[in-house]
């Protein structure tokens, strides 16, 4: 029953923070997920601070008496895989959290009101709609390569002989 209330919570916060921070389905769902893993993330830390704080006066009680045991480092070994959990799970979301940004594609509408925001693969076609003139538009994207030095066959030597001495 508690996991559910937790889980039935955090999809409200979760929507709740999307849909005041976005304008469109797609930008919708990209802030859910975020605001799903952050509620996550911190609800886990915070369930793990109130039991780290609680290990911890166990420890210092059983020090302060001078019983020290298998049970004290256990609890220790405990102490320092539930940081190191935690941190992990810190710096996944952060990786997380900029490979969306780097993969995402930000466009103007041609009407000029409106940006395009999202996930497009290249060389595939994806219908989007602009919320200001209701126009939809097909988007391709496409990648070109230029080259921007002189092709290895064209290199003369003698040229390059010459510049350098000159």
Same mark, same amino acid.
């Given at each position: 029953?508690?996991?559910?209330?937790?889980? +039935?919570?955090?999809?409200?916060?979760?929507?709740?923070?999307? !849909?005041?921070?976005?304008?469109?389905?797609?930008?919708?769902?990209?802030?859910?997920?975020?605001?799903?893993?952050?509620?996550?993330?911190?609800? !886990?830390?915070?369930?793990?601070?109130?039991?780290?704080?609680?290990?911890?006066?166990? +420890?210092?009680?059983?020090?302060?008496?001078?019983?020290?045991?298998?049970?004290?480092?256990?609890?220790?070994?405990?102490?320092?895989?539930?940081?190191?959990?935690?941190?992990?799970?810190?710096?996944?979301?952060?990786? !997380?959290?900029?490979?969306?940004?780097?993969?995402? $594609?930000?466009?103007?509408?041609?009407?000029?009101?409106? #940006?395009?925001?999202?996930?497009?693969?290249? #060389?595939?076609?994806?219908?989007?709609?602009?919320?200001?003139?209701?126009?939809? !538009?097909? $988007?391709?994207?496409?990648?070109?390569?230029?080259?921007?030095?002189?092709?290895?066959?064209?290199?003369?030597?003698?040229?390059?002989?010459?510049?350098?001495?000159?």
């Amino acid at each position: 029953m508690k996991y559910g209330k937790q889980i +039935l919570l955090g999809v409200m916060v979760s929507s709740a923070i999307a !849909y005041g921070l976005s304008n469109n389905l797609q930008e919708f769902s990209q802030r859910f997920v975020l605001a799903a893993l952050g509620y996550t993330a911190i609800s !886990y830390w915070i369930e793990n601070r109130t039991q780290n704080d609680k290990r911890v006066e166990e +420890l210092e009680e059983l020090l302060g008496k001078k019983q020290v045991d298998e049970r004290v480092a256990t609890l220790e070994n405990m102490l320092q895989e539930s940081d190191a959990v935690i941190t992990e799970q810190e710096e996944v979301i952060k990786t !997380y959290e900029s490979l969306l940004d780097d993969a995402s $594609v930000k466009f103007p509408c041609n009407c000029g009101q409106n #940006m395009f925001d999202g996930i497009f693969k290249p #060389m595939e076609e994806f219908v989007v709609e602009c919320d200001h003139c209701n126009n939809k !538009y097909s $988007v391709t994207l496409k990648l070109d390569t230029v080259l921007i030095t002189e092709p290895l066959e064209d290199l003369d030597t003698d040229k390059l002989i010459r510049k350098n001495i000159e």
